[in-house]
């Protein structure tokens, strides 16, 4: 009999089989496996298992009744998945030992198990079943994993199975009682609405809000630019803002074209050095110096992690533990050109302590590399393997000392006041490079006493400003200041609000649809966008993960919940409805075609229930003037020279033409 370990993703399993012995790779149905001996190394890809209703037909909610099905009978899309399935189901015929090597975190925990309890036919608690446990691709740490061997983590399994229930509960049953309500009042769109997607958008559009009914008001800054051997400086008046423009005025009919220097303070103070990279930080690091989204910054860091360059990335955790040999990372980097400064650097030190950071994972450690070498790594892959590497040196580093002056001037009585900031000693910004953000200030030696002359006075008329909005960075650090969504799901749930409509631009701004189901939702379902009932169930889900908690009752709390949110639904449906119809159709609209050629309506291009286009009266359903279109896809392409109303353009599977919508234009009319 044999021993089938199973892997979450393809490279992950032939990695695996290589490190514990001298792997033969085999094909079956496309799909290849590896064979060590009596040890069979064969991959997931992915969850390839997922929740579904259990009788499908016509739409209703609320729906409770599930199951577990391979993901290819779920949706097309996962039709690529029945081969790895297959694949796996033969190949555990003849085995008689199992082992979850997939990623060790929660979603890893469900993929193995479900893989093994449904695939397999094996129930996963049984002592059949082991688990390996790695936090890097790195052959010694495949090797350990091997060596020792876990049971499953039965607290994580159950959280993870009661996440994706209650996430598919509500995720389903209010995504189609949204759905139902608009197309009911002829809104014919799709809307979705998840668990953590809800109060998300809110909290979003709570931003929106405050910046749109945000009133800006006057103020004025006085500026002296100041001249010394050459060099212009400039200094702030002491009332840094004046809300009243005449007495900025008075202020600086006061000055004249000498300045005394009255008084220098000079402090010096450390910085620490930054704490190595949990997920979320890496994220925000990786928008601020290189614009990369934290979506493609997951994705790369993946990429990083299953080719061994890098530890596991889903990791909440700032902290690097004494087990890690840090020394011998370095030693092996120090053997890339780029790194040599630095290496040789930390290698000279008595000891190697990092500057750890407050959040833990009980999983795994702070992002580091691995010490295995990447040949013509480029793009974003590049960046963010650099960006890794030298937060690993320099959370090592010393301390680092900023000078900071303050410089207090007199002209005529009118105090102004000059700062200035540099690094003193380096210290640990050496080993970050290029990514240390304090930036250098520098003033002109000063004495106290000196007199400075004025080269100009500026009153500079400015306007306060309303809050920023959230980017694709800082909303990641809100939701989990807020708890709300998971460090692995978070990037990925502000994908889904922008894919469905609701959020628009890199400065994130919520658009009149995604406005319209928060007001809509806060009115007749608040439940649907409350943070605290989220919080709760994460909270709750924690608390089964610690064995604190069982998760049948977290379900039923779950069940209970929707059920009295899709009460409160039904009871609203129609004015939901019309409410959500009227937001769609205005979103959709845009710029009108031209004017209504049977009421005083604007004509807009439309889609139809059966997913054509045609052109309609924005008065509708007051005014039912129609035009029809032929199928295919339809864009605007210009307006017409004869009648000024628009011209799109038809792309079927002939060629493309354009026309004029106006039925009446004289373009037409022949003779």
């Not at 009914?213 to 060099?231: D, G, H, Q, S, T």
């Not at 658009?511 to 989220?534: H, Q, W």
């Not at 709750?540 to 009295?564: N, P, T, W």
């Not at 889609?607 to 035009?627: A, L, M, R």
Request: hydrophobic share 35%; with cysteine; proline share 4%.
């Amino acid at each position: 009999m044999s021993k089938l370990i199973v892997t979450e993703k393809p490279n992950v399993a032939e990695r695996i089989a290589n490190s514990i012995g001298n792997a033969e790779r085999k094909r079956r149905g496309g799909i290849a496996y590896y064979v060590v001996g009596d040890v069979i190394v064969a991959p997931a890809v992915g969850h390839i298992y997922t929740l579904m209703e259990k009788e499908k037909g016509l739409w209703k909610y609320p729906v409770f009744d599930i199951e577990w099905v391979p993901s290819y009978k779920a949706s097309k899309s996962s039709a690529f998945t029945r081969k790895y399935l297959d694949n796996i189901k033969h190949l555990s015929r003849n085995c008689d030992e199992f082992i979850n090597a997939c990623d060790y975190d929660i979603e890893g925990e469900v993929i193995g198990y479900n893989v093994i309890k449904h695939a397999c036919g094996v129930d996963p608690t049984s002592s059949k079943v082991s688990r390996m446990k790695y936090s890097s691709l790195t052959s010694k740490s495949i090797t350990e994993a091997y060596r020792g061997l876990e049971k499953i983590n039965r607290g994580m399994v159950d959280a993870g199975l009661t996440r994706h229930v209650l996430d598919w509960y509500w995720g389903i049953n209010l995504s189609r009682a949204l759905t139902l309500a608009i197309r009911r009042a002829r809104g014919y769109t799709t809307l979705s609405i998840g668990r953590v997607q809800g109060p998300a958008l809110k909290f979003l559009a709570l931003r929106d809000r405050k910046i749109n009914a945000f009133k800006p008001e006057p103020y004025w800054e006085l500026v002296m630019v100041l001249l010394k051997n050459k060099i212009k400086f400039t200094a702030l008046h002491e009332q840094d803002r004046f809300t009243d423009e005449k007495k900025a005025l008075e202020a600086k009919k006061k000055c004249g074209v000498k300045a005394l220097v009255k008084k220098i303070s000079r402090r010096k103070t450390k910085k620490k050095p930054p704490h190595p990279f949990d997920l979320t930080t890496l994220q925000t690091e990786a928008y601020r110096v290189f614009k990369i989204s934290p979506k493609d910054t997951l994705q790369i860091a993946q990429e990083l992690y299953t080719s061994a360059f890098i530890s596991y990335p889903r990791t909440s955790s700032q902290q690097l533990p004494s087990d890690i040999d840090y020394a011998e990372i370095i030693k092996k980097l120090s053997s890339m050109k780029e790194y040599k400064e630095e290496t040789k650097l930390l290698l000279s030190m008595k000891k190697l302590k990092p500057k750890n950071g407050k959040k833990k994972d009980p999983a795994h450690p702070a992002i580091h590399p691995t010490g295995e070498i990447p040949k013509n790594l480029g793009g974003g892959n590049g960046k963010i393997f650099d960006l890794i590497c030298r937060r690993f040196f320099a959370s090592f580093g010393d301390d680092a000392v900023r000078g900071s002056l303050k410089v207090e001037f007199d002209n005529n009585g009118e105090l102004f006041l000059s700062k200035g900031s540099t690094t003193v000693e380096p210290g640990w910004q050496t080993l970050y490079g290029r990514y240390t953000r304090f930036k250098e200030e520098e003033l002109p030696n000063l004495e106290k006493g000196e007199v400075l002359d004025v080269v100009d006075l500026l009153l500079e008329g400015k306007e306060t400003q309303p809050p920023k909005r959230y980017t694709p960075s800082s909303i990641i650090r809100e939701m989990e200041k807020k708890n709300l969504g998971t460090k692995a799901t978070r990037s990925q749930i502000i994908d889904i609000l922008f894919r469905r409509g609701y959020l628009k631009g890199k400065s994130i701004e919520v658009t009149p649809l995604g406005l319209s189901v928060v007001d809509t939702m806060d009115k007749y379902c608040p439940n649907v966008l409350s943070e605290k009932l989220t919080r709760k169930f994460e909270s709750e889900m924690e608390k089964i993960r610690s064995d604190e908690l069982d998760k049948d009752v977290v379900l039923e709390e779950g069940r209970d919940a929707i059920k009295e949110i899709t009460d409160e639904f039904k009871n609203s449906e129609a004015v939901i409805g019309a409410e959500l119809a009227k937001s769609f159709r205005s979103a959709s609209q845009g710029e009108t075609l031209g004017e209504c050629l049977e009421c005083d309506g604007g004509l807009v291009l439309r889609k139809s229930k059966y997913g054509g286009f045609f052109v309609g009266c924005s008065n509708y359903p007051k005014c039912t003037f129609k035009i029809s279109i032929p199928k295919g896809r339809v864009r605007r392409t210009g307006k017409c020279s004869v009648c000024g109303y628009a011209v799109l353009t038809l792309t079927s599977s002939k060629k493309p033409f354009s026309f004029c919508i106006n039925p009446k234009c004289k373009s037409k009319k022949r003779g």
